[in-house]
């Protein structure tokens, strides 16, 4: 099945550094990737959506200069968090579907998540 | 109104017994429906979708969805103790945007 590669798993970094995270669709081309955010004990918040070749889609109270996502292809997104504070820890998940919409044909399927702690 | 609604929780139940999720949304134009588990410190995994009215069965997992009702609906059958997870249901806007809206999930626990 359709397996997506998230990396790193886990990262500690000081503040006012940058960090990035890699997601990578193994076997098939995603032309969307979502970025998602999730709190403690907190559902998933859609950060941006993240197009192949073209500027990602960010989610309304999601700061764009902070939070910068790349798509240069169509099986790699990034997420680079700028100037990361302690605020910005969270668990940071990628996903990607065949075909850009999920569907019940074409699940959205997550990577294993990125655990930020900023300190 | 949140667009998709599910109970916190925790939903406890023994082993052994059917644990029943629910999950109610607001738009009604909403055509694809998903269950995700997540277990603690994991990234979500799918477990059943759905489209259409009725059940749809897989193992010990029922889906049921009701459009009339906007009403989504996971059974779990014989529940086990690797069943405790949170359970979120996830819904496709009418508007084509691509975007997966979630619920704040439901935290089942089977009790051996």
């Known amino acids: 099945g359709a397996v997506v590669s998230q990396h790193p798993s886990r990262v500690i970094c000081k503040s006012g550094t940058s960090v990035k995270i890699e997601c990578r669709s193994l076997?098939?081309?995603?032309?969307?990737m979502f970025w998602y955010r999730q709190f403690p004990k907190k559902s998933l918040m859609l950060m941006a959506t993240?197009?192949?070749?073209?500027?990602?889609?960010?989610e309304q109270g999601v700061e764009k200069d902070k939070f910068l996502i790349n798509h240069a292809s169509l099986t790699l997104s990034t997420l680079t968090v700028t100037s990361a504070h302690p605020e910005d820890s969270s668990f940071y998940i990628c996903?990607?579907?065949?075909?850009?919409?999920?569907?019940?044909?074409?699940?959205?399927?997550f990577g294993n998540g990125t655990r930020l702690t900023v300190t | 109104q949140k667009e998709v609604e599910q109970n916190s929780g925790p939903l406890s139940v023994p082993e052994g017994a059917i644990a029943s999720l629910n999950c109610t949304y607001s738009?009604?134009?909403?055509?694809?429906f998903f269950w995700y588990r997540q277990y603690s410190g994991k990234s979500p995994e799918l477990i059943m979708f759905?489209?259409?009215?009725g059940d749809k069965e897989d193992g010990r997992f029922t889906a049921q969805l009701n459009k009339a009702s906007q009403y989504v609906s996971l059974l779990i059958r014989d529940s086990q103790p690797s069943d405790s997870a949170t359970y979120l249901c996830?819904?496709?806007?009418?508007?084509?945007?691509?975007?997966?809206?979630f619920g704040q999930g439901t935290t089942l626990q089977v009790k051996p």
């Open positions: 076997d098939f081309q995603a032309t969307t």
């Open positions: 996830a819904v496709t806007g009418s508007s084509n945007t691509g975007k997966l809206i």
């Open positions: 738009d009604r134009g909403s055509q694809s």
């Open positions: 996903s990607a579907v065949l075909g850009g919409s999920p569907t019940v044909g074409s699940p959205l399927h």
């Open positions: 759905i489209y259409s009215n």
């Open positions: 993240s197009n192949e070749g073209s500027k990602a889609t960010y």
